[in-house]
């Protein structure tokens, strides 16, 4: 099964950007769709974005529209997670995950949508 690690996080001032990144441990990366999720304290883990194949259709959470965007490189076999305008809402641990299609639109934005996931990086967004 593949393995995911995702690295990039750290603490950064409001406003600031930071670029995640979801190796996976072998080439069949590029045969998933990809999501990050994410889980601040004393909540449940949720929907930030996901994505099929590169170039291809995309979902946002609503509070991160606009301001974060998924991609990937399969070459690399690592998805990516670039966030811009970061602010203290958005502190929480980020986890990548991936599913084999098809995987419908509504899947895509469930933690249940998923087989494997990262262990998570911690983002911390603060004064």
């Known amino acids: 099964q593949v393995q995911l690690v995702e690295s990039g996080g750290g603490l950064v001032q409001p406003g600031a950007s930071l670029r995640l990144s979801c190796t996976a441990s072998?080439?069949?990366?590029?045969?998933?769709?990809m999501g990050w999720f994410r889980q601040a304290p004393g909540k449940e883990r949720e929907f930030v974005a996901a994505?099929?194949?590169?170039?291809?259709?995309?979902w946002y959470g609503d509070a991160v529209k606009g301001r974060f965007t998924i991609s990937r490189d399969d070459a690399k076999n690592t998805g990516y997670l670039q966030m811009i305008g970061l602010r203290p809402d958005d502190t929480a641990v980020y986890y990548c995950?991936?599913?084999?299609?098809?995987?419908?639109?509504?899947?895509?934005?469930?933690?249940?949508?998923?087989?494997?996931w990262g262990q998570g990086t911690q983002v911390t967004v603060s004064l």
């Open positions: 994505m099929v194949r590169s170039g291809g259709n995309t």
């Open positions: 072998d080439r069949s990366f590029k045969s998933y769709a």
């Open positions: 995950a991936v599913t084999l299609p098809p995987a419908s639109p509504s899947a895509l934005t469930r933690i249940w949508g998923y087989n494997f």
